[in-house]
């Protein structure tokens, strides 16, 4: 059974740029759910999807959004990206709300 | 407010030796809790899971404990190996609002 895939894996973009992650999730799972770390912290979380619906949004400025798609695929783009934007933004799938979720691989994103 | 909290930055343990890591938590409404690993660049493995119905979940080297009363959670790794160098995620289940909540992390160092 194919794990969470993430893409792409490594990107570099420039200030004032936008960028779009890309996330599959397990295969019947639903529930996709994106965090952000940056170097020394911990795990930001940034919003959660299930079936298109987006159920809950963490701390962010409004530049971050996300969707997801019929088949549970989701993306999340940050607009007008800023230096500390910088960071390993994760993805992570679930069943259903209450299971574990397990993660991608990650995207680095670094920007210049 | 930290909900939950992972006191020690990090911790280091003879190879062989027993490595005990610690989360604590403050919403007595937390009813799963989940314990994940993570190297650096990838994204976080899942190592375990406990219900708050339980107070001891065991899968192979790796036990997690769990003190309702005292809002705490241990995850003990027996005996400690070198591959088991990694940052150390506790989560809380705060489902009502579809997302987990997680502690800092723990950094791990096996020392030969």
């Known amino acids: 059974k194919a794990g969470v895939t993430q893409t792409p894996r490594y990107l570099i973009k420039t200030r004032g740029q936008q960028v779009t992650l890309s996330c599959s999730p397990i295969?019947?799972?639903?529930?996709v759910s994106w965090y952000q770390q940056t170097p020394g912290q911990g795990l930001q979380f940034l919003f959660e999807y299930f079936s298109e619906t987006q159920r809950n949004k963490g701390n962010f400025p409004g530049r971050f959004s996300g969707r997801q798609f019929s088949n549970s695929r989701s993306e999340m783009n940050v607009s007008t990206l800023e230096l500390g934007d910088s960071a390993l933004y994760l993805c992570?799938?679930?069943?259903?709300?209450?299971?574990?979720?397990?993660f991608g691989e990650g995207s680095w994103l670094t920007v210049v | 407010d930290q909900q939950v909290k992972q006191n020690s930055p990090s911790l280091s343990v003879q190879e062989g030796r027993i490595s005990i890591l610690n989360c604590d938590y403050t919403?007595?409404?937390?009813?799963?809790f989940l314990w994940y690993k993570k190297y650096p660049a990838e994204g976080p493995t899942f190592l375990i899971s406990i219900s708050s119905i339980k107070d001891k979940n065991e899968d192979g080297r790796f036990t997690v404990f769990l003190n309702k009363s005292a809002k705490h959670l241990s995850l003990h790794i027996v005996p400690s190996q070198p591959g088991d160098s990694a940052v150390y995620f506790c989560?809380?289940?705060?489902?009502?609002?579809?997302?987990?909540?997680w502690g800092a992390g723990t950094k791990l160092i096996i020392k030969p």
């Open positions: 295969s019947g799972h639903r529930s």
């Open positions: 919403n007595s409404m937390f009813d799963y």
């Open positions: 989560a809380a289940s705060d489902w009502g609002n579809y997302q987990l909540i």
């Open positions: 992570a799938s679930s069943l259903a709300t209450g299971n574990t979720i397990y």
